[in-house]
Protein backbone atom coordinates (compact mmCIF):
# COMPACT_ATOMS: atom_id res chain seq x y z
CA UNK A 1 0.00 0.00 0.00
CA UNK A 2 1.22 3.30 -0.97
CA UNK A 3 1.81 5.96 1.71
CA UNK A 4 2.13 9.16 -0.91
CA UNK A 5 -0.07 11.72 -0.54
CA UNK A 6 -2.14 13.26 -3.40
CA UNK A 7 -2.69 16.43 -1.65
CA UNK A 8 -0.82 18.60 1.34
CA UNK A 9 -2.19 18.26 4.57
CA UNK A 10 -4.45 20.97 5.23
CA UNK A 11 -5.60 22.79 8.46
CA UNK A 12 -8.68 22.92 9.92
CA UNK A 13 -9.67 27.20 10.14
CA UNK A 14 -12.61 28.47 11.02
CA UNK A 15 -14.57 31.10 11.22
CA UNK A 16 -14.19 33.42 14.19
CA UNK A 17 -16.30 32.30 17.25
CA UNK A 18 -16.34 32.92 20.63
CA UNK A 19 -15.34 29.06 21.32
CA UNK A 20 -11.86 27.99 20.41
CA UNK A 21 -11.53 26.90 17.10
CA UNK A 22 -9.36 23.88 15.66
CA UNK A 23 -7.31 26.10 13.70
CA UNK A 24 -3.67 24.41 13.50
CA UNK A 25 -4.18 20.67 13.10
CA UNK A 26 -3.56 18.96 9.58
CA UNK A 27 -5.83 16.43 8.43
CA UNK A 28 -3.94 14.60 4.75
CA UNK A 29 -6.04 12.49 2.34
CA UNK A 30 -4.01 9.99 0.64
CA UNK A 31 -5.93 9.09 -2.27
CA UNK A 32 -4.87 5.31 -3.39
CA UNK A 33 -4.34 3.96 0.21
CA UNK A 34 -6.72 1.12 0.39
CA UNK A 35 -8.17 2.62 3.73
CA UNK A 36 -11.64 4.46 2.84
CA UNK A 37 -11.04 8.22 2.76
CA UNK A 38 -13.72 8.60 5.48
CA UNK A 39 -11.78 6.00 7.47
CA UNK A 40 -8.46 7.87 6.95
CA UNK A 41 -10.67 11.20 7.95
CA UNK A 42 -12.15 10.01 11.33
CA UNK A 43 -8.88 8.10 12.56
CA UNK A 44 -6.68 11.07 12.16
CA UNK A 45 -9.54 13.46 13.84
CA UNK A 46 -10.20 10.71 16.92
CA UNK A 47 -6.50 10.50 17.22
CA UNK A 48 -6.21 14.62 17.22
CA UNK A 49 -8.83 14.33 20.30
CA UNK A 50 -7.03 11.45 21.78
CA UNK A 51 -3.70 12.91 21.52
CA UNK A 52 -4.47 16.27 22.89
CA UNK A 53 -4.16 18.67 20.29
CA UNK A 54 -7.54 18.83 19.50
CA UNK A 55 -8.70 20.36 22.71
CA UNK A 56 -12.00 20.01 24.73
CA UNK A 57 -13.95 23.17 23.12
CA UNK A 58 -12.41 23.33 20.01
CA UNK A 59 -14.69 23.52 16.94
CA UNK A 60 -14.21 21.70 14.22
CA UNK A 61 -14.09 23.10 10.45
CA UNK A 62 -17.37 23.79 9.01
CA UNK A 63 -18.39 20.63 7.04
CA UNK A 64 -18.01 22.34 3.55
CA UNK A 65 -15.44 24.20 4.25
CA UNK A 66 -13.01 21.25 5.40
CA UNK A 67 -14.75 19.00 2.15
CA UNK A 68 -13.42 22.14 -0.19
CA UNK A 69 -9.91 21.69 1.56
CA UNK A 70 -9.59 18.11 1.45
CA UNK A 71 -11.56 18.05 -2.04
CA UNK A 72 -14.11 15.65 -0.38
CA UNK A 73 -17.50 15.17 -0.39
CA UNK A 74 -19.36 17.17 2.23
CA UNK A 75 -21.78 14.21 2.78
CA UNK A 76 -18.55 11.98 3.30
CA UNK A 77 -17.44 14.49 5.58
CA UNK A 78 -20.85 15.04 7.67
CA UNK A 79 -20.52 11.15 8.04
CA UNK A 80 -17.35 11.49 9.80
CA UNK A 81 -18.16 13.99 11.97
CA UNK A 82 -21.62 12.03 13.02
CA UNK A 83 -19.71 9.13 13.93
CA UNK A 84 -17.18 10.78 15.51
CA UNK A 85 -20.40 11.92 18.01
CA UNK A 86 -21.14 8.48 17.80
CA UNK A 87 -17.97 7.37 19.77
CA UNK A 88 -18.27 10.62 22.16
CA UNK A 89 -15.38 12.73 20.65
CA UNK A 90 -17.92 15.63 19.29
CA UNK A 91 -21.05 16.87 20.26
CA UNK A 92 -22.99 19.30 17.56
CA UNK A 93 -25.43 22.07 18.32
CA UNK A 94 -26.80 24.04 16.35
CA UNK A 95 -25.60 27.67 15.71
CA UNK A 96 -22.21 26.57 17.34
CA UNK A 97 -20.92 23.99 14.93
CA UNK A 98 -18.90 20.81 15.89
CA UNK A 99 -17.63 20.76 19.38
CA UNK A 100 -14.44 18.35 20.73
CA UNK A 101 -16.47 16.87 23.63
CA UNK A 102 -15.45 16.09 27.11
CA UNK A 103 -14.39 12.58 26.70
CA UNK A 104 -15.21 9.32 29.08
CA UNK A 105 -12.34 8.60 31.85
CA UNK A 106 -11.10 5.40 29.29
CA UNK A 107 -9.98 8.13 27.46
CA UNK A 108 -8.03 10.19 29.54
CA UNK A 109 -4.91 8.67 29.19
CA UNK A 110 -3.77 10.43 25.57
CA UNK A 111 -0.09 10.70 26.54
CA UNK A 112 0.26 7.10 26.67
CA UNK A 113 -1.51 6.07 23.40
CA UNK A 114 0.42 8.51 21.49
CA UNK A 115 3.53 6.96 22.97
CA UNK A 116 2.80 3.27 22.38
CA UNK A 117 1.76 4.69 18.52
CA UNK A 118 4.96 6.65 17.99
CA UNK A 119 7.12 3.45 19.42
CA UNK A 120 5.20 1.44 17.09
CA UNK A 121 5.80 3.39 13.89
CA UNK A 122 9.74 3.97 14.53
CA UNK A 123 9.97 -0.09 15.28
CA UNK A 124 7.82 -0.76 12.25
CA UNK A 125 9.74 1.80 10.19
CA UNK A 126 13.37 0.41 11.27
CA UNK A 127 12.20 -3.13 10.21
CA UNK A 128 10.95 -1.70 6.68
CA UNK A 129 7.14 -1.43 7.14
CA UNK A 130 5.78 1.33 6.13
CA UNK A 131 2.42 3.66 7.98
CA UNK A 132 -0.49 2.03 6.07
CA UNK A 133 1.12 -1.62 6.78
CA UNK A 134 1.32 -0.95 10.29
CA UNK A 135 -2.92 0.31 10.03
CA UNK A 136 -3.28 -2.74 8.06
CA UNK A 137 -1.94 -5.13 10.69
CA UNK A 138 -3.46 -3.42 13.87
CA UNK A 139 -6.91 -3.62 12.23
CA UNK A 140 -6.75 -7.14 11.74
CA UNK A 141 -5.75 -7.87 15.07
CA UNK A 142 -8.18 -5.93 16.50
CA UNK A 143 -11.04 -7.55 14.30
CA UNK A 144 -9.05 -11.01 15.70
CA UNK A 145 -9.37 -10.09 19.12
CA UNK A 146 -13.38 -9.50 19.22
CA UNK A 147 -13.46 -13.39 18.08
CA UNK A 148 -12.74 -16.09 20.71
CA UNK A 149 -8.74 -17.36 20.21
CA UNK A 150 -7.10 -20.51 21.23
CA UNK A 151 -5.89 -19.55 24.59
CA UNK A 152 -9.06 -18.63 27.25
CA UNK A 153 -8.86 -15.12 27.31
CA UNK A 154 -9.23 -13.20 30.86
CA UNK A 155 -9.59 -9.50 31.44
CA UNK A 156 -8.16 -8.47 35.13
CA UNK A 157 -9.46 -5.39 36.46
CA UNK A 158 -8.29 -3.88 38.83
CA UNK A 159 -8.52 0.05 40.39
CA UNK A 160 -4.74 1.67 39.58
CA UNK A 161 -3.02 0.73 35.92
CA UNK A 162 -0.27 -0.62 37.59
CA UNK A 163 -1.88 -3.36 39.66
CA UNK A 164 -4.04 -4.36 37.15
CA UNK A 165 -0.84 -4.86 34.33
CA UNK A 166 1.18 -6.80 36.77
CA UNK A 167 -1.45 -8.76 38.17
CA UNK A 168 -2.22 -9.84 34.35
CA UNK A 169 1.17 -10.80 34.18
CA UNK A 170 1.28 -12.66 37.12
CA UNK A 171 -1.91 -14.86 35.92
CA UNK A 172 -0.57 -15.64 32.77
CA UNK A 173 2.90 -17.32 34.33
CA UNK A 174 0.60 -18.83 36.40
CA UNK A 175 -1.63 -20.32 33.97
CA UNK A 176 1.24 -20.49 30.97
CA UNK A 177 -0.35 -22.09 27.67
CA UNK A 178 -3.98 -21.72 28.83
CA UNK A 179 -4.90 -18.39 29.35
CA UNK A 180 -4.05 -14.87 27.83
CA UNK A 181 -4.79 -12.26 30.75
CA UNK A 182 -4.49 -8.36 29.97
CA UNK A 183 -5.22 -5.88 32.91
CA UNK A 184 -7.88 -3.28 32.75
CA UNK A 185 -9.08 0.04 34.91
CA UNK A 186 -12.53 -1.10 36.39
CA UNK A 187 -13.78 1.81 34.55
CA UNK A 188 -12.42 0.75 31.38
CA UNK A 189 -14.44 -2.81 31.56
CA UNK A 190 -17.30 -2.31 29.75
CA UNK A 191 -15.52 -0.68 26.61
CA UNK A 192 -12.80 -3.31 26.56
CA UNK A 193 -15.81 -5.97 26.78
CA UNK A 194 -17.39 -4.17 24.04
CA UNK A 195 -14.39 -4.32 21.40
CA UNK A 196 -13.37 -7.49 22.02
CA UNK A 197 -13.93 -10.87 23.20
CA UNK A 198 -13.34 -12.23 26.83
CA UNK A 199 -14.03 -15.47 28.23
CA UNK A 200 -13.33 -14.27 32.35
CA UNK A 201 -13.15 -11.35 34.14
CA UNK A 202 -11.30 -11.50 37.14
CA UNK A 203 -10.88 -8.85 39.81
CA UNK A 204 -10.27 -9.32 43.63
CA UNK A 205 -13.03 -9.40 46.50
CA UNK A 206 -12.84 -6.32 47.65
CA UNK A 207 -14.26 -5.58 43.78
CA UNK A 208 -16.21 -7.84 42.91
CA UNK A 209 -20.03 -6.27 43.24
CA UNK A 210 -18.62 -3.20 41.24
CA UNK A 211 -17.45 -5.60 38.63
CA UNK A 212 -20.37 -7.39 38.30
CA UNK A 213 -22.35 -4.17 37.65
CA UNK A 214 -19.64 -3.07 35.52
CA UNK A 215 -19.85 -6.19 33.12
CA UNK A 216 -23.65 -6.64 32.84
CA UNK A 217 -23.58 -10.03 32.92
CA UNK A 218 -21.34 -10.11 29.44
CA UNK A 219 -18.92 -12.57 30.74
CA UNK A 220 -18.43 -14.04 33.73
CA UNK A 221 -16.78 -12.96 36.97
CA UNK A 222 -14.88 -14.35 39.28
CA UNK A 223 -13.62 -12.39 42.40
CA UNK A 224 -10.03 -13.77 44.20
CA UNK A 225 -9.09 -13.83 46.92
CA UNK A 226 -6.07 -11.86 48.42
CA UNK A 227 -3.24 -13.69 50.61
CA UNK A 228 -3.32 -13.79 54.47
CA UNK A 229 -0.19 -10.92 55.11
CA UNK A 230 -2.72 -8.24 52.77
CA UNK A 231 -5.62 -8.85 55.56
CA UNK A 232 -3.32 -8.64 58.09
CA UNK A 233 -2.15 -5.24 57.35
CA UNK A 234 -5.78 -4.26 56.75
CA UNK A 235 -6.82 -5.53 60.23
CA UNK A 236 -3.98 -3.80 61.54
CA UNK A 237 -4.80 -0.38 60.45
CA UNK A 238 -8.86 -1.51 61.36
CA UNK A 239 -7.37 -1.88 65.23
CA UNK A 240 -5.47 1.67 65.08
CA UNK A 241 -6.83 3.83 67.54
CA UNK A 242 -9.30 6.61 67.55
CA UNK A 243 -8.13 9.57 65.86
CA UNK A 244 -5.39 7.86 64.16
CA UNK A 245 -4.27 9.18 61.12
CA UNK A 246 -3.55 6.61 57.85
CA UNK A 247 -1.76 8.61 54.94
CA UNK A 248 -2.34 7.05 51.60
CA UNK A 249 -0.63 7.48 48.27
CA UNK A 250 -1.30 6.61 45.19
CA UNK A 251 -1.29 7.45 41.45
CA UNK A 252 -5.24 8.93 41.15
CA UNK A 253 -7.56 10.00 43.40
CA UNK A 254 -9.26 7.05 42.37
CA UNK A 255 -6.95 4.81 44.03
CA UNK A 256 -6.82 6.35 47.00
CA UNK A 257 -10.82 6.30 47.32
CA UNK A 258 -10.53 2.45 46.86
CA UNK A 259 -8.05 1.96 49.90
CA UNK A 260 -10.36 4.36 51.65
CA UNK A 261 -13.30 2.27 51.12
CA UNK A 262 -11.64 -0.97 51.81
CA UNK A 263 -10.63 -0.14 55.07
CA UNK A 264 -14.12 1.31 55.73
CA UNK A 265 -15.23 -2.57 54.62
CA UNK A 266 -12.88 -3.88 57.06
CA UNK A 267 -14.21 -2.18 59.69
CA UNK A 268 -12.20 0.57 60.63
CA UNK A 269 -13.51 3.50 62.66
CA UNK A 270 -12.47 6.77 64.09
CA UNK A 271 -9.44 6.85 61.52
CA UNK A 272 -8.66 9.95 59.40
CA UNK A 273 -7.48 9.28 56.19
CA UNK A 274 -5.27 11.51 54.30
CA UNK A 275 -4.75 11.05 50.58
CA UNK A 276 -2.13 12.34 48.27
CA UNK A 277 -1.92 11.70 44.54
CA UNK A 278 2.43 11.21 43.59
CA UNK A 279 2.27 14.18 41.34
CA UNK A 280 0.85 16.91 44.33
CA UNK A 281 3.84 17.62 47.03
CA UNK A 282 1.35 19.29 49.28
CA UNK A 283 -0.42 16.58 49.68
CA UNK A 284 2.66 14.52 50.10
CA UNK A 285 4.28 16.77 52.41
CA UNK A 286 0.68 16.75 54.67
CA UNK A 287 1.17 12.78 54.89
CA UNK A 288 4.31 13.05 55.67
CA UNK A 289 3.92 15.54 58.37
CA UNK A 290 0.85 14.10 59.86
CA UNK A 291 0.51 9.96 59.48
CA UNK A 292 1.02 7.21 61.37
CA UNK A 293 0.52 4.83 59.15
CA UNK A 294 1.56 5.28 55.52
CA UNK A 295 0.18 3.31 53.02
CA UNK A 296 1.89 3.15 49.27
CA UNK A 297 0.47 1.84 46.01
CA UNK A 298 2.84 -0.43 43.60
CA UNK A 299 2.60 2.73 41.63
CA UNK A 300 4.19 5.27 44.90
CA UNK A 301 6.88 2.92 45.67
CA UNK A 302 8.40 2.01 41.94
CA UNK A 303 8.81 5.62 42.30
CA UNK A 304 10.85 6.14 45.27
CA UNK A 305 8.42 7.66 47.12
CA UNK A 306 9.27 5.70 50.39
CA UNK A 307 12.67 7.21 50.51
CA UNK A 308 11.66 10.74 50.58
CA UNK A 309 9.39 10.12 53.73
CA UNK A 310 10.84 11.74 57.02
CA UNK A 311 10.26 8.26 58.94
CA UNK A 312 9.88 5.30 56.04
CA UNK A 313 9.54 2.59 58.68
CA UNK A 314 5.95 3.98 58.47
CA UNK A 315 5.29 3.00 55.04
CA UNK A 316 3.19 0.04 54.13
CA UNK A 317 3.36 -1.81 50.65
CA UNK A 318 -0.38 -1.83 49.46
CA UNK A 319 -0.20 -4.42 47.08
CA UNK A 320 -1.33 -8.04 47.90
CA UNK A 321 -0.53 -11.61 46.63
CA UNK A 322 -2.92 -14.13 45.59
CA UNK A 323 -4.69 -16.69 47.94
CA UNK A 324 -3.86 -20.39 46.78
CA UNK A 325 -8.37 -20.91 46.97
CA UNK A 326 -8.27 -17.61 44.53
CA UNK A 327 -6.24 -19.41 41.87
CA UNK A 328 -8.03 -22.17 42.40
CA UNK A 329 -11.12 -20.80 42.12
CA UNK A 330 -9.60 -18.70 38.65
CA UNK A 331 -8.32 -22.74 37.65
CA UNK A 332 -11.87 -23.66 37.71
CA UNK A 333 -13.28 -21.36 35.86
CA UNK A 334 -10.77 -21.30 32.98
CA UNK A 335 -11.38 -25.00 33.02
CA UNK A 336 -15.34 -24.44 32.59
CA UNK A 337 -14.43 -21.99 29.78
CA UNK A 338 -12.96 -24.34 28.19
CA UNK A 339 -15.43 -26.97 28.54
CA UNK A 340 -17.90 -24.65 27.62
CA UNK A 341 -16.60 -23.96 23.99
CA UNK A 342 -15.87 -27.56 23.53
CA UNK A 343 -19.51 -28.32 24.01
CA UNK A 344 -20.21 -25.25 21.20
CA UNK A 345 -17.86 -26.37 18.93
CA UNK A 346 -19.39 -29.72 18.87
CA UNK A 347 -22.69 -28.47 17.03
CA UNK A 348 -21.08 -26.03 14.67
CA UNK A 349 -18.46 -29.08 13.49
CA UNK A 350 -21.63 -31.32 12.90
CA UNK A 351 -23.60 -28.11 10.82
CA UNK A 352 -20.11 -27.87 9.01
CA UNK A 353 -19.84 -31.67 8.23
CA UNK A 354 -23.88 -31.84 7.05
CA UNK A 355 -23.26 -28.87 4.53
CA UNK A 356 -20.52 -30.56 3.26
CA UNK A 357 -22.03 -34.22 2.55
Known sequence: MST?????????????????????????VERDSDVPI?????????????????????????????GAALRVNPNTIRAVYRRLADAGYVSSRHGAGTIVAQRASHRSRPEALAGI???MLRRAAHAGFAPDEVAAATYAAATERKRPGDLVRVLFAECTTADAGYDAERLNAEFAGSIEAEGALLD???DRLERFHYDLVATTTFHADEAQALVGG?????????GPGYVEMVHEIAGLGEGSRVGVICASDRGADNIAETLAIAGTQGVEIVSARMDDPERLALVDRTADIILMSREALAAGLDRTLDRPERVRP??????????????????????????????????LAAARA
Open 318 to 351: WFYEFDPAGLELLRRAIEHAVTSRQRASGPKREA
Open 188 to 190: DVP
Open 117 to 119: VSE
Open 218 to 226: RAPVVAMLV
Open 38 to 66: STQIYWQLAYQIDSGRLQVGERLAPVREL
Open 4 to 28: LSTTDPVTLVTEEHDTPTASTHAVD
